[in-house]
């Protein structure tokens, strides 16, 4: 597992499909979803991510060649880029033109490159990544006993 591990709540139904354009999100239901999954730690999915090292990015979008698809038609085909940066052991997210935008915490709307806090939530369109350190997450996991939280790959 890589410095960091993006963990969402799993698709209900199986995702959109193929979808060719990105439809309309809807961010008056973001603030209940985000404290909702906060609560339902064990029902969550770890999204396996591509290992990082030095200066890193990973593309965020509905397009398969991104390092994280979603399929979800609110999330752009390309929505977003993640950079970690190994040598300060930082995160930072920048929406690249997405038409739903790309949130943190459920309120603030990332204009511009902006660095993440160990559990902080990332709203791309509809869809919300709890972002955790690694550290972060296995104390957590074992917290919780076995730790029943699955994985999927982006």
Known sequence: MGPFALIQRPS???GAGHVDSTGKSHPESM???VVSMLFEFED???AI???LAGVDELTVGRQADCDLVIDDASVS???AVLKWNAEQRRCSVLDVGSTNGT???ASTAVDRET???DGDILSFGDTQFWYLLTETLYAKLSRHGSGRLGSRSG
Do not use: C, D, I, T
Request: glycine share 10%; net charge positive.
């Open 115 to 117: 660095s993440l806090r």
């Open 77 to 79: 085909k390309r929505h």
């Open 31 to 33: 603030s209940q979803k």
């Open 44 to 46: 969550l999915a770890v």
């Open 12 to 14: 209900e139904g199986g």
């Open 49 to 51: 991510l591509p290992p």
């Open 103 to 105: 949130f943190l915490n």
